[in-house]
């Protein structure tokens, strides 16, 4: 008897990642705008009606699909955020990783950097909790830098929505875009981006 409550409690969270996974490949494949929730029922062999039980909306699901994208992103940050490198290498190490991330997802998944950039041009509640986890993260190698003595700063949380900002062209999918399409040289410019965010913190020579 327990074994078969334990499965009913279970399948409902089974066919709401099968449901997920299955729209994840479509929307990888021919974008998010071109995926209607009939075409993930259909590949599921159930009813629209059925997956409207497990996500209120196409909107729902399309929220859940760019959390998933965008975690990719906030795993490479904690994973250099927990290295035991100075926080000033840290820091660099973590943005330039980002900036590399969100440009090979631009060359190799075009669809998920569509579906991402159309979520920070919509302010997508997703993409805010995303952002703010982000800030979060450099916040803590700003700190790690402050009691250090590399970085000279008065208030870190301050610190880290700054260097977000400056970050900006880096990060945007729109701007990584902008500048490949017209052949800028992103690599001098994001080099050129973290002395001028490194100086502002008080990194020493």
């Known amino acids: 008897m327990m074994t ?23 929307f990888r494949s021919i974008g998010y705008q071109k995926t209607s929730v009939a075409d993930i029922a259909s590949e599921l062999g159930m009813s629209p009606a059925n997956i409207y039980r497990f996500f209120p909306s196409k909107g729902a699901i399309n929220e859940c699909i760019c959390g998933r994208i965008v975690k990719e992103v906030a795993e490479i940050a904690f994973a250099i955020a927990r290295s035991s490198d100075p926080a000033p290498e840290k820091l660099t190490r973590l943005l330039t990783a980002i900036h590399e991330h969100n440009k090979a997802t631009l060359i190799k998944e075009k669809r998920a950097h569509e579906m991402v950039a159309v979520a920070m041009q919509e302010n997508w509640s997703t993409i805010k909790a995303h952002l703010e986890q982000m800030t979060t993260i450099i916040e803590g190698v700003i700190r790690e830098g402050v009691a250090a003595g590399d970085f000279d700063v008065d208030d870190p949380a301050e610190a880290a929505r700054s260097v977000k900002a400056a970050f900006v062209p880096f990060l945007h999918p729109l701007m990584i875009e902008h500048c490949l399409r017209f052949h800028d040289d992103t690599e001098e410019r994001l080099r050129e981006q973290l002395r001028f965010i490194l100086r502002g913190l008080g990194k020493r020579s």
């Open 4 to 26: 078969l409550i334990a499965r009913q409690r279970t399948d409902p969270e089974e066919t709401r990642c099968r449901i997920l996974e299955v729209a994840e490949n479509f």
